[in-house]
């Protein structure tokens, strides 16, 4: 790695810079965005029109720690607390599943209340099974290519925590966590036939899973049948509106106009749809150029770390971030049916920026952290990526 894309501190610790500089500019670029769009939606409501603003701030501050944490701390003790951290994690989901005490917001239990903090046991659910995952798959990696002791098993966890986030309901993170597991087996070393078959019987019970709850019928038809499905279909539709708005250059900050109690949150679910009608095309090119990069920062960091832990953690992290920039921007866009995904360090603060922060943390710790013996450790990481590939044309 370039000299100029290298920081080296007093101890000789080395991380990316680029990849920390694109996610400390898309965390400001939220704070301009929210700034803009939830002044009016606060005033609407009778609170001073930087209460959002305000809030956010104070939640960049803790999720500022979380980022110096993932910096700081070597990233080989997370593996030592995978599975106690994984377990506390499902006890979390059990108990906002199964508790009384916790009333739903629009049918849906998401959160725990601490203080005036909530807490969203989903977005620890991710950061937890990248953990385990990658701990998993480093410790059976001989097995990995057989299908009940290496496919099988590393489905169990993940299953389980797909199972309660389902239950919660919230169907884009399990869909996420999904996505999480699926790419850290396939990298791990299981065999794509052995996968192909898991997937035939996958598909029609998540079909089902989609359309068997009223609710997230409607939203598949919303999205299908726009016109015939005018109330589930608003948001999308704002969305798009909003968007389109924007031309090339945009309206300029602040004279948007679907943030005037048009388009629900703006300031979250939908702060794209914000950002490209106030910044127009040019605006939204240049944030998809900084999710760009840190997903490319990212893949070489997983690509040159000298640890298979770091490695398979590091390709979760990456997957994570780009499936939700993904799902964000295509439900914006109107390729996907309607979600509650934040727009990763953009939107409007919480459990989700301070998971993403501390992740981005742990990204830059595995950076920057050497082996005794970097050509031995190299080859071996080389390895991880190549020998999922290798094992399907040699057929073991």
Not at 45 to 71: C, E, Q, S, W
Not at 274 to 302: M, Y
Not at 373 to 383: L, V
């Amino acid at each position: 790695m370039a000299k100029r894309e290298l920081k080296k501190s007093r101890d000789g610790f080395h991380f990316d810079t680029i990849y920390l500089g694109c996610v400390l500019a898309l965390v400001g670029l939220g704070i301009v965005i929210i700034y803009s769009s939830s002044g009016e939606y606060a005033s609407s409501r009778g609170l001073p029109d930087t209460f959002f603003l305000v809030n956010h701030l104070k939640k960049i501050v803790i999720a500022a720690i979380a980022l110096l944490l993932g910096i700081f701390i070597d990233f080989r003790h997370w593996k030592k607390f995978a599975r106690p951290l994984l377990f506390i994690v499902v006890g979390l989901l059990i108990f906002l599943v199964t508790s009384s005490q916790i009333s739903g917001v629009h049918g849906a239990k998401r959160w725990i209340s601490i203080a005036s903090f909530g807490l969203q046991p989903s977005e620890l659910a991710k950061v937890a099974l990248i953990f385990f995952m990658a701990r998993f798959l480093t410790e059976k990696e001989t097995y990995m290519h057989q299908f009940k002791k290496g496919l099988l098993a590393a489905m169990v966890m993940s299953g389980l925590i797909f199972l309660l986030v389902l239950l919660q309901p919230d169907y884009s993170s399990a869909a996420i966590i999904l996505c999480i597991s699926i790419a850290l087996i396939f990298i791990g070393g299981a065999r794509l036939s052995h996968m192909a078959l898991i997937g035939v019987g996958l598909v029609p019970v998540l079909a089902y899973l989609m359309i068997s709850s009223p609710y997230r019928l409607q939203r598949v038809m919303a999205f299908i049948r726009p016109g015939e499905n005018v109330a589930s279909s608003y948001q999308s539709v704002q969305a798009l509106i909003s968007l389109g708005n924007g031309g090339i250059f945009g309206t300029g900050l602040g004279a948007g106009t679907q943030k005037l109690g048009y388009l629900p949150m703006p300031f979250t679910d939908t702060i794209f749809s914000i950002l490209g009608e106030e910044l127009g095309l040019v605006g939204t090119l240049a944030c998809l150029l900084l999710f760009g990069l840190v997903i490319w920062r990212g893949i070489r960091i997983a690509y040159n770390c000298e640890d298979r832990f770091g490695s398979l953690a590091a390709v979760g992290i990456v997957v994570s971030i780009a499936i939700t920039v993904i799902m964000h921007i295509g439900v914006c866009a109107g390729f996907f049916p309607t979600t509650g995904q934040p727009l990763p360090f953009v939107s409007y603060g919480g459990t989700a920026l301070c998971m993403m922060m501390f992740l981005s943390g742990v990204m830059l710790n595995i950076s920057g952290n050497k082996l005794e013996s970097p050509a031995t450790a190299r080859n071996q990481t080389r390895e991880t990526f190549h020998r999922a590939m290798a094992k399907q044309r040699i057929g073991v």
